[in-house]
């Protein structure tokens, strides 16, 4: 039993830790945290990780991949939350990419994967309806057959970055058989289509990255279809098991923790220093002893991804605890920052607690998202209830 | 990276497993655990030939020479059929603390002892006073010519009835509560002035509480240093409890799920239910945490590179971990079993019982989330 990287492995994360020293500069960082160019600073961030050629560790090396082992792509992952990098915006290089890989034909290769490499076009994800959350396969939005046209009409929902995006890869109804998931389809739409409508939704954070996404008699080509008609739901379900090596995200939540210690040090109450209240070390604990507990679960996990295995339901708990941990700190960083969480708006006459409190506060709220999205936490139950317990 | 038990820990973990299935059933274990001693000496002597209780000793002294890690591989196995045979009072307390003696005459004589079966012994730390803390210590020791005489009390020291000598940690010098001062001494269980008064724990193990009136014992650690030597093995027989503790959590959450697929309420059975499931996921849940903390634990320890502070804080996460999550899976596994879980007859009390008994061992989850938060925030 170790738990040791082999000297290879440490000389490639000097290597990734100087990249991002390097590359991730102090002006990069002040307007990822400001927020309000969403658009332009993932672009620029995503086009330096292409320039060095680590923008898509997922995709096999021949079409613009790193060929990373799993240990590599965990270096990787953890070296970029410690440098406070943003992850690259998931829907082109991480969801729809792996499907045209995997699934899709030569022209559509060509035609689609260049420009997602290179940041090219921006993607969102079609999958969620008003009607079909938790239970995706009972998806309405239809597409019925005209000549070499599919003809869209229906709505999605929760369509992160919509505002922004150049195509929608959607599951869509082209048939109706005995088993829901049949006939569903996996179709890739112009933004620009005639017929597209993107409503915004704003959420409790005062933001707006949430959208509903309508379609009115969208003509989409047919080539745009990925794969053999009616089989998109398999297309899907292989794309969830993609990209979980991260899934947990254990180093953003030491980051976290780190931080909140720090601020804790800063902070004080009336006996003193809130980091030497005993109740306050005693919720400190609480997550960060469960903290330790996920990583060593994550890093059993890579452990045997390294050894040639597919992790199965153990994504599953990795999400659960992964995202009851982010919670529980998002929750315990706004109070410890205390009054200054109020704060709606950071403007230039607030000081830097203003500042922290208004970003924390903005991080707790829309932080709920994080166990209802990728399948709700009660669904990882279920999964896990159904796969490991037999239940 | 590698968080599996290497190829001579699975056969060690085998030989258990196949041993217990021929004669360590629960009604098997029943017989023994209800003699006078609480355990089986046959079986005892059947651990010695089987070379488990060479395990965690030096090969200078006959023994495998294991660390905390093919500690840990067995008493995960023994966790999961309840050994009541004195695993923890003979081989990991006092086999630990007397590995740690300076004492190589004393090491040369007993371990080889205790590898062959031939000797039962006790570590006998905390007293009335003392709850978990290891330094609060009144027993006194005084030198007189070639030994020392004790004079005091140690309460539930475990195994300590059943035991042929005895190590005692007592006050060579300082006051009550000073953590130098402290001494280590070879007492014969059976000298003059040992008074041993023994009872069953809820657990079916045994213990005593113990008086010593002048004495004689002999001086086998460094004179007034013997709490650190001692704290660390409480450190490594906390790991091994904890890998007991995870050996009783997963039988515990086996036996909870195929049950509630058995019985029957409603016309179905209750398994179908989703509130019992997502329970039931989450004792699941609760247990691979421990397993993960448990195996992060091990490795961090057999690394050299770990820093003392390092491996107290994780050690402490662990006992934490482990206690609470302990807690959580019993008190669901007797829920879950209804009035069943209540009934001496089935197997979950039994294991709840070892539990609550392993989370009380140096110190509940109270103790080590303090001691935790000391190491990582400094003193509240």
Known sequence: MNNS????????????????????????????????DVKGVAVEWQKKLYAKGWVAPGWPKELGGTGWTPVQKFIFETERCNAGAPDVVPFGLKMVAPVIIHFGNDEQKARFLPRILKSEDWWCQGY????????????QTKAEKDGDHYVVNGAKIWTTYAQYADWIFCLVRTGNFEKRQQGISFVLIDMKSKGVTVNPIHSIDNHHSLNEVVFDNVRVPVENLIGQEHQGWTYAKALLAHERTSIAEVSNSKRNLAEIIELAKQQTN???????????????????????????????VLASMS??????????????????????????????????????????????????????????????????????????????????LGL | MNFEFNEEQMMLKDSIVKWAQDNYSFEQRAVSRNNDEGFSRKHWATFAELGWLSVPFAEEYGGYGGGVVDLAAI????????????ITPTLILFGGALSASVDDNVKTQLIPQIIEGGLLGALAVYEPQSRFDVSNIKTSATASGDVYVLTGSKSVVLGGGVADQLLVLARTSGEQNDETGLSLFLVDANANGVTRSPYELMDGQRAADINFDNAVGQLVSELDQAYEPLMNVIETASVAMCAEASGIMETLNRTTVEYTKTRKQFGVPISSFQALQHR?????????????LLVGTLCELSDENTSVLRA??????????????????????????GGMGLTDELTVGHYVKRMMMINLMFGNADFYQDKFNQLSYGQS
């Open chain 1, 5 to 36: 990287f082999s000297a290879a492995d440490l000389d490639f994360q000097q290597q990734v830790r100087a990249f991002f020293e390097i590359e991730f500069t102090p002006e990069l960082r002040a307007r990822a945290n400001d927020g309000r």
């Open chain 1, 128 to 139: 969620s309806e008003p009607g079909s959350g938790s239970d995706l396969a009972a998806l």
């Open chain 1, 270 to 300: 009336h006996k003193g220093r809130l980091i030497d209240d005993p109740h306050f070390q005693q919720r400190l604990s609480d997550i960060e002893i469960e903290l330790m507990a996920l990583e060593y679960m994550d890093l059993r």
């Open chain 1, 307 to 388: 050894a040639g295995d597919t992790p199965g339901p153990e994504a599953s708990l990795l999400k659960i605890k992964g995202t009851e941990i982010q919670q529980a700190l998002q929750e315990l960083r706004m109070e410890t920052i205390g009054a200054y969480s109020a704060s709606l708006r950071v403007d230039e006459f607030q000081n830097e607690l203003h500042r922290e409190g208004s970003s924390s506060r903005k991080e707790y709220m829309y932080g709920r998202a994080a166990t209802i999205y990728g399948g709700s936490n009660e669904v990882q139950r279920n999964v896990i209830a159904k796969a490991v």
């Open chain 2, 75 to 86: 008493t995960q196995e023994f966790g999961k059929v309840l050994i009541t045979e004195p």
């Open chain 2, 280 to 292: 039931m996921v989450d004792t699941f849940m609760a247990y691979e945490q421990v397993k993960s």
């Open chain 2, 312 to 337: 107290s804080k994780v050690v402490a996460a662990l006992r934490t971990l482990v206690a609470k999550n302990g807690k959580l899976i019993g008190d669901e596994a007797i829920q879950l079993h």
